[in-house]
């Protein structure tokens, strides 16, 4: 069986251990004092939630089997409201390897592993921490959580849990975006298997109508002007990585997924499958598609959202960011879109920002291209983009350093969009204040 992709990976709970001569090794500078606070503030700042809940405990009497003295560390349990992605968190705490971060299946030996308070580790003599040394989040209860006891400690009790916690979910769904498989991952971190699976039995129609209600109420919110959406263009050749660079682009922007058509059909439909996810990608998509350039322009629309037909429904099509990628150069590629007049503006606008991944000395580079223009220019929009930052991908695509670097370009191209939707708000108020200037002397000129 292939190894899960643990980039994928989202979850509620998670068992963390963090090094202190890992992470000396990157900081020679670094005490254990100062690493024990570098900890504590981490972690708070991770759970921002109310309901989010955490204990931490630092490891300083472990031995190993020479029977010598193990380094310090952290362990650290997490119970999120909502689920994290994984990568996320090994980021953040720097672990230093997979297995230091694990996803919790059985909280109660989890809890009480951190005191070492399991059978297997009593039996082993390993020292047992006290539990006055376990730092933890207010709404947290070491001891009941080492006994296994839980709020569902009667089957009455557990029954309007599960109706609550099924009324959450439906809230998050209608009101918050919640896509229906993290839903489903809720349920199934929360209850046991088949508990989990009997309520998404239950409840599964509802949340689908839960979805549908959100994504309707977004599309007549962006109907009204309110989509600000960005087209974006990857180009590159084989092995350049800009298919992961557009899922690592997609993740950050939406933890919630992505919404990925195929385009090995005659026809793109671009609204089978689809959930109502603020990102698209779009791999190795060209005019040859089956979709006019009129269509294009509907999609790509800044301002406006808009319906799609597709072979199983009409979908409301409400996301704000489209990511496509080819291996053609963007001006060819935007050029094989018209059959005859060349409307260079309308496609540009719609799509200010191309991404160029090159290789030079073994190294593969990416340069964000930003399109200037505010009025049609004819041929000379193709001039339009300005060379805004390149950025190092290094030479292996190294998955950690590819996130950063997709972070870095997503908070620029959200920085220069802003930037440029605040100057043309500030044009057309000005605009707006001139033209009643101009009203108010014509009107007393008749006077």
Same mark, same amino acid.
């Given at each position: 069986?292939?190894?899960?992709?643990?980039?994928?990976?989202?979850?509620?709970?998670?068992?963390?251990?963090?090094?202190?001569?890992?992470?000396?090794?990157?900081?020679?500078?670094?005490?254990?004092?100062?690493?024990?606070?570098?900890?504590?503030?981490?972690?708070?700042?991770?759970?921002?939630?109310?309901?989010?809940?955490?204990?931490?405990?630092?490891?300083?009497?472990?031995?190993?089997?020479?029977?010598?003295?193990?380094?310090?560390?952290?362990?650290?349990?997490?119970?999120?409201?909502?689920?994290?992605?994984?990568?996320?968190?090994?980021?953040?705490?720097?672990?230093?390897?997979?297995?230091?971060?694990?996803?919790?299946?059985?909280?109660?030996?989890?809890?009480?592993? +951190?005191?070492? #308070?399991?059978? &297997?580790?009593?039996?082993?003599?390993?020292?047992? /921490?006290?539990?006055? $040394?376990? *730092?933890?989040?207010?709404?947290?209860?070491?001891?009941?959580?080492?006994?296994?006891?839980?709020?569902?400690?009667?089957?009455?009790?557990?029954?309007?849990?599960?109706?609550?916690?099924?009324?959450?979910?439906?809230?998050?769904?209608?009101?918050?975006?919640?896509?229906?498989?993290?839903?489903?991952?809720?349920?199934?971190?929360?209850?046991?298997?088949?508990?989990?699976?009997? +309520?998404?039995? #239950?409840?599964? &129609?509802?949340?689908?109508?839960?979805?549908?209600? /959100?994504?309707?109420? $977004?599309? *007549?919110?962006?109907?009204?002007?309110?989509?600000?959406?960005?087209?974006?263009?990857?180009?590159?050749?084989?092995?350049?990585?800009?298919?992961?660079?557009?899922?690592?682009?997609?993740?950050?922007?939406?933890?919630?997924?992505?919404?990925?058509?195929?385009?090995?059909?005659?026809?793109?439909?671009?609204?089978?499958?689809?959930?109502?996810?603020?990102?698209?990608?779009?791999?190795?998509?060209?005019?040859?598609?089956?979709?006019?350039?009129?269509?294009?322009?509907?999609?790509?629309?800044?301002?406006?959202?808009?319906?799609?037909?597709?072979?199983?429904?009409?979908?409301?099509?409400?996301?704000?960011?489209?990511?496509?990628?080819?291996?053609?150069?963007?001006?060819?590629?935007?050029?094989?879109?018209?059959?005859?007049?060349?409307?260079?503006?309308?496609?540009?606008?719609?799509?200010?920002?191309?991404?160029?991944?090159?290789?030079?000395?073994?190294?593969?580079?990416?340069?964000?291209?930003?399109?200037?223009?505010?009025?049609?220019?004819?041929?000379?929009?193709?001039?339009?983009?300005?060379?805004?930052?390149?950025?190092?991908?290094?030479?292996?695509?190294?998955?950690?350093?590819?996130?950063?670097?997709?972070?870095?370009?997503?908070?620029?191209?959200?920085?220069?969009?802003?930037?440029?939707?605040?100057?043309?708000?500030?044009?057309?108020?000005?605009?707006?204040?001139?033209?009643?200037?101009?009203?108010?002397?014509?009107?007393?000129?008749?006077?």
């Amino acid at each position: 069986m292939a190894k899960k992709d643990l980039s994928e990976v989202k979850a509620r709970r998670y068992i963390a251990q963090v090094s202190y001569a890992y992470q000396k090794n990157a900081d020679p500078d670094l005490t254990e004092e100062a690493f024990r606070e570098k900890i504590i503030r981490l972690v708070k700042a991770l759970c921002t939630h109310d309901d989010d809940k955490f204990y931490i405990i630092f490891h300083d009497k472990d031995i190993d089997q020479n029977g010598e003295l193990k380094s310090l560390h952290a362990h650290i349990y997490f119970e999120f409201k909502n689920s994290r992605f994984y990568s996320s968190l090994f980021k953040t705490l720097e672990i230093s390897r997979d297995k230091n971060l694990q996803v919790v299946k059985d909280k109660a030996k989890v809890c009480r592993y +951190l005191t070492h #308070r399991n059978e &297997k580790d009593i039996n082993e003599g390993k020292y047992q /921490y006290e539990i006055s $040394e376990i *730092i933890s989040s207010k709404n947290n209860d070491y001891r009941l959580d080492i006994c296994g006891k839980s709020k569902r400690a009667d089957k009455r009790k557990s029954e309007q849990e599960e109706i609550d916690f099924c009324l959450e979910i439906s809230y998050q769904i209608s009101e918050c975006g919640l896509l229906l498989n993290p839903a489903k991952e809720m349920l199934f971190e929360e209850f046991d298997r088949l508990n989990a699976q009997q +309520l998404w039995n #239950r409840y599964k &129609k509802q949340f689908e109508i839960n979805r549908q209600e /959100y994504i309707d109420k $977004e599309f *007549i919110r962006m109907s009204k002007g309110n989509r600000n959406h960005i087209g974006l263009y990857l180009e590159g050749s084989g092995g350049t990585g800009k298919t992961t660079l557009a899922r690592f682009l997609a993740e950050e922007r939406d933890e919630h997924g992505q919404h990925a058509p195929s385009t090995n059909k005659t026809r793109l439909d671009l609204g089978s499958g689809y959930d109502g996810q603020r990102t698209i990608v779009i791999n190795e998509f060209d005019a040859s598609c089956g979709i006019s350039y009129r269509e294009l322009f509907q999609i790509l629309e800044p301002d406006a959202v808009t319906q799609l037909s597709s072979r199983f429904k009409d979908a409301h099509i409400i996301n704000d960011l489209t990511i496509m990628t080819n291996s053609d150069d963007f001006i060819e590629w935007a050029d094989a879109w018209f059959p005859k007049k060349k409307e260079y503006h309308q496609l540009m606008r719609r799509i200010p920002f191309f991404v160029k991944l090159l290789t030079k000395n073994g190294k593969t580079i990416a340069e964000l291209y930003h399109y200037k223009a505010t009025k049609d220019q004819g041929d000379k929009c193709k001039e339009a983009y300005e060379k805004v930052k390149t950025y190092n991908l290094g030479k292996t695509l190294d998955e950690e350093h590819l996130r950063k670097q997709a972070k870095k370009l997503l908070s620029d191209i959200r920085s220069l969009h802003q930037k440029k939707i605040k100057k043309a708000t500030t044009s057309k108020s000005s605009t707006d204040q001139s033209t009643k200037r101009s009203s108010n002397s014509f009107m007393r000129n008749e006077q």
